[in-house]
């Protein structure tokens, strides 16, 4: 069965850090642009960072630029999502999604094949 989990997530202090990890199974990773998104309540997804098949390119939202950084380990099928300096309006479910002969624009993939269940990341005193 071809997936995506996420893991990570979880409640953290405003100003703090969190690190979350996708993993897949039944597909290897180094063919495929990752990407995180994110979704608050009452709004869109929307994405954060991307990461090309290499892992030699990256880009990111102008909202998380400077704060997150995404990183891949084709080794061991995982992209992982460090996350510093948290602010509240950062608190949404975060999904990675996964894409063939995809390309990495304005910090999201330009396909999608395939989504992970999502992981809470709540900032919050």
């Known amino acids: 069965q071809l997936q995506l989990v996420e893991s990570g997530g979880g409640l953290v202090q405003p100003g703090g850090p969190l690190r979350l990890s996708c993993t897949a199974s039944g597909f290897i990773l180094d063919y495929y642009v990752i990407g995180w998104f994110r979704q608050a309540p009452g709004k869109e997804r929307e994405g954060v960072s991307c990461?090309?098949?290499?892992?030699?390119?990256?880009n990111y939202a102008d909202s998380v630029k400077g704060r997150f950084t995404i990183s891949r380990d084709n080794a061991n099928n995982t992209v992982d999502l460090q996350m510093n300096s948290l602010k509240p309006e950062d608190t949404a479910i975060y999904y990675c999604?996964?894409?063939?002969?995809?390309?990495?624009?304005?910090?999201?993939?330009?396909?999608?094949?395939?989504w992970g269940q999502g992981t809470q990341v709540t900032v919050s005193s």
């Open positions: 999604a996964a894409g063939l002969s995809s390309l990495c624009v304005l910090g999201r993939p330009s396909r999608v094949d395939y």
């Open positions: 990461i090309s098949s290499s892992g030699g390119r990256s």
